[in-house]
Antibody, heavy 118, light 110 residues
Framework: QVQLVESGGGVVQPGTSLRLSCAASGFTFGTYGIHWVRQAPGKGLEWVALIWYDGSKEYYADSVKGRFTISRDNSRNTLYLQMNSLRAEDTAVYYCARDRYNKFLDYWGQGTLVTVSS | QSALTQPASVSGSPGQSITISCTGTSSDVGGYNSVSWYQQHPGKAPKLLIY???SRPSGVSNRFSGSKSGNTASLTISGLQAEDEADYYC??????????FGGGTKVTVL
């Protein structure tokens, strides 16, 4: 069965960096685009970034552009999100989710919590 | 990348039907047949309910249905049940391969 497992969350200070990982199993990882979506405490879903199946293209929300980088290692079935210059407003649960046909997200991980606080 | 507009809350009694609206623009909801809906119970990950405006993934109850008219999409839950109490989010692909979500609607079963 399709599984996506996020890791790497934690408590960090403003201005620092953190890298999240998303380990995939149960499907051919290298043939699917993958998204990062986040949800601040008590708030709604916010799309963060998308990377194509082969890593050739990346797209970002304006709120993270220039600070976050999405990447993938298809040999390790793993997606990454490098987050730099973190701000308090980046505090959220971060989910990875599988893309289908550039139209919808069909499987989601359980999320990893990132807290940015001094 | 403005969020799609959903009502904050909708409620109904068991067995009733309710409809959640999702309003965007011609650059997202109105411009693509790529509207999807997600259900999220407290503390859980979102679950895909509807894709391509009105299609249901395997395993999703046929009590959930979707539609779209112009810049507004809708999710209807018929025969409301206690387990339908959750948050619901619409989403649409937008220009430049970005995705936009609605603000979410809390469904309460009275």
């Amino acid at each position: 069965q399709v599984q996506l497992v996020e890791s790497g969350g934690g408590v960090v200070q403003p201005g620092t960096s953190l890298r999240l990982s998303c380990a995939a199993s149960g499907f051919t990882f290298g043939t699917y685009g993958i998204h990062w979506v986040r949800q601040a405490p008590g708030k709604g879903l916010e799309w963060v970034a998308l990377i194509w199946y082969d890593g050739s293209k990346e797209y970002y929300a304006d709120s993270v552009k220039g600070r976050f980088t999405i990447s993938r290692d298809n040999s390790r079935n793993t997606l990454y999100l490098q987050m730099n210059s973190l701000r308090a407003e980046d505090t959220a649960v971060y989910y990875c989710a599988r893309d289908r046909y550039n139209k919808f997200l069909d499987y989601w991980g359980q999320g990893t919590l990132v807290t940015v606080s001094s | 990348q403005s969020a799609l507009t959903q009502p904050a809350s909708v409620s109904g009694s068991p067995g009733q039907s309710i409809t959640i609206s999702c309003t965007g623009t011609s650059s997202d909801v109105g411009g693509y047949n790529s509207v999807s809906w997600y259900q999220q119970h407290p503390g859980k990950a979102p679950k895909l309910l509807i894709y391509d405006v009105s299609s249901r993934p395997s395993g999703v109850s046929n009590r959930f249905s979707g539609s779209k008219s112009g810049n507004t999409a809708s999710l209807t839950i018929s025969g409301l049940q206690a387990e339908d109490e959750a948050d619901y989010y619409c989403s649409s692909y937008a220009s430049s391969n970005t995705v936009v979500f609605g603000g979410g609607t809390k469904v309460t079963v009275l």
